[in-house]
């Protein structure tokens, strides 16, 4: 794809004030997702709060483990256009572009140079590390303010 | 020689590695492989027995797949599921996984990290050529701005059978119109046969009856074969290849898309 943004552009969009209406509803492992839970919302600028930022979405999600295999960690990612502009991932170790090495949880930063190959240590390190909890810690880490809480919603609080 | 070469690499490489003991069945390895995003595979040893254990990776390698704009249906799942299986790994709820015994497996590990690497990788092969095709396309774009052509991008043109996607549309305005396709992709020979048909099936409809087709097709990555090219132009109005872009006014003037006449001059 020829590239619709530069990194300036990204910088600037997670600096800006940004909100999603409501936190989605949590989903359940089941027989319709035997395999991943998902739950993304549309972001809106507060300049702007009739009209969702185009392209852009904030994505969390979680795997379920086959039986007796360990549980692995969710992600979240901020996807602008189909690209991830910024993410959150737990590995042992992350070898940058540049030669330098995070470990543990870590958040992508997108350049069109590397792409979401680099990354930083995020922190602070979640208390719980439920797919409702990285999908919240992912909202305060990109400067989004939730304008409705789903507290109501059952297992949402996780 | 040899010794201290592969005691230096075996160094190098051990130090490379990272591991993290999850709890007293379960053992995570990263590997210096890396899969898209930069990301390292990662295997988990979890004991099923005392002697047989069980490789898995987390649901990583398909996740990146996914997380690189690739999703992941039934049938891209199938056909992994059929290259895994070349290597005793089985995918289960989008985990790859390989039992083995303790006594083989540093040989199972070896053979889990290459499914898991040439997995993880599909990604990146066609990543490249779409990529490359928007470059081409991009090359396109600068010719018709430079004519002062006017075009719409990702147009969708009916044919008898189905709807077609075409890079790039010139309407028909007093002249008639062209569309305009970048061909680029693995196997051109079979693209070129693609093509043969879907330039048959827009011709079919009346409604494009006034309109030329254009197909670029792109040679920086693969062979068109002469037979390859001879399937597009069989039904193409201009094939050009994509490092012969400096042509393609000329052979859509041909075609009557645009107007190559000088403006008269006005009489004064």
Redesign the interface.
């Known amino acids: ?2 590239q619709e943004f530069t990194k300036a552009d990204v910088d600037y969009l997670i600096a800006a004030s940004k909100f999603i209406r409501i936190v989605p509803p949590l989903p359940q492992f089941g027989s319709q997702r ?3 839970i998902r739950i993304q919302s549309e972001i809106f600028k507060k300049s702007e709060p009739n009209n969702p930022i185009r392209g852009l979405i904030i994505i969390a999600k979680a ?4 039986t ?3 549980k ?2 969710p ?1 979240s ?1 901020l996807e602008w256009n ?3 502009i910024r ?1 959150l ?1 737990y ?7 540049d030669g330098t090495i995070v ?1 543990g949880w870590h958040e ?1 930063l997108w350049s069109p140079e ?6 930083v240590s995020a922190r602070p390190k979640p208390q719980r590390c439920g797919l409702g909890d990285v999908f919240k810690w992912s909202l305060k880490k990109w400067n989004i303010k939730i304008l409705e809480k789903q507290e109501d919603v059952p297992g949402w609080e996780v | 020689m040899t010794t201290s070469v592969l005691g230096t690499y075996l160094s190098a490489y051990r130090k490379l590695i ?3 003991s ?2 007293e069945n ?1 053992v ?1 390895i ?1 590997f ?1 492989f ?1 899969l898209a ?4 595979i ?1 295997i ?1 040893v ?1 004991t ?1 027995s005392k002697e047989r254990c ?1 490789l ?1 990776d ?3 390698t398909l ?1 990146e797949i996914e ?1 690189a ?1 690739h999703s992941l249906t039934p049938q891209i799942k199938e056909r992994l599921e059929k290259l895994a299986n070349l290597s005793g790994v089985r995918i ?4 790859l ?1 390989l039992e083995s015994t303790y006594k083989h497996l540093g040989v199972s590990i070896q053979k889990y990290l290459e499914m898991s690497k040439m997995i993880g990788d599909v990604y990146l092969v066609h990543r490249q050529r ?2 490359a095709g ?2 081409l ?2 090359q396109v774009r600068n010719v018709f701005d430079s004519t002062r052509i006017l075009y719409r991008q990702r147009q969708k043109l009916h044919g008898q059978i189905e709807d077609h996607q075409i890079d790039l549309l010139v309407a028909p305005n007093g002249h008639p119109g062209l569309a305009l396709n970048v061909v680029s992709g693995q196997n051109t020979h079979a693209l070129a046969q693609i093509w043969y048909g879907k330039c048959d099936d827009i011709r079919r409809a009346e409604e494009n009856n006034n309109i030329k087709i254009a197909l670029i097709y792109d040679v920086r990555f693969d062979q068109w074969s002469s037979k390859s090219k001879a399937w597009l132009a069989a039904k193409a109005d201009v094939i050009l290849p994509g490092d012969g872009l400096n042509e393609l006014p000329e052979r859509i003037a041909t075609q009557g898309v645009i107007n190559t006449a000088k403006p008269r001059r006005p009489r004064v």
């Open positions: 794809m020829p035997p395999t991943v795997r379920q483990a086959p007796g295999l360990p692995p960690n992600s990612a189909g690209k991830r993410g991932n590995e042992l170790r992350h070898d940058n572009p470990k992508h590397d792409q979401d190959s680099y990354v | 990272v591991t993290e999850l709890d379960n995570t990263s210096p890396h995003g930069s990301h390292r990662e988990t979890t099923i069980i898995s987390a649901g990583r996740g997380d704009g289960v709820r989008d985990h996984l779409a990529d928007d470059d396309l991009s």
